[in-house]
């Protein structure tokens, strides 16, 4: 059974730089034909896709966050990383980690959620 596990600070200040990692087991970020996923909800924008890294280590990104967006992957320790850069009060949201099936592109397993909050 494949279970994701977000992990990172809660609380970041303005202007930093959001890392946050997510922890697959049961399967494998290189398996295929999966794509990993960094998706985000707030109350005032609800669900927002931020970026993923396909099972060969293609990057996509949400065009409107692609230029303080990354998305990398460590294989060695089956995991998956989001940083943003530039943090501001309008990124506090609940970060989740999804698998995404590219056979249909549905999201078939999500993290739990990791809840942000950018204030000074």
């Known amino acids: 059974q494949v279970h994701l596990q977000e992990s990172g600070p809660g609380l970041i200040g303005p202007s930093q730089t959001l890392t946050l990692t997510c922890t697959v087991s049961?399967?494998?970020?290189?398996?295929?034909?999966?794509?990993w996923n960094w998706i985000r909800q707030s109350p005032g924008k609800g669900l927002e896709w931020l970026g993923a890294i396909t099972y060969v280590g293609s990057t996509f990104y949400n065009p409107s966050l692609k230029s303080r967006t990354s998305v990398s992957r460590d294989t060695s320790r089956n995991q998956f990383t989001l940083q943003m850069s530039s943090v501001t009060p309008g990124d506090t949201a609940v970060y989740y980690c999804?698998?995404?099936?590219?056979?249909?592109?549905?999201?078939?397993?999500w993290g739990q959620g990791t809840q942000v909050t950018v204030s000074s």
């Open positions: 999804a698998r995404q099936d590219s056979s249909g592109y549905q999201y078939d397993t």
């Open positions: 049961g399967g494998s970020v290189t398996a295929n034909y999966f794509y």
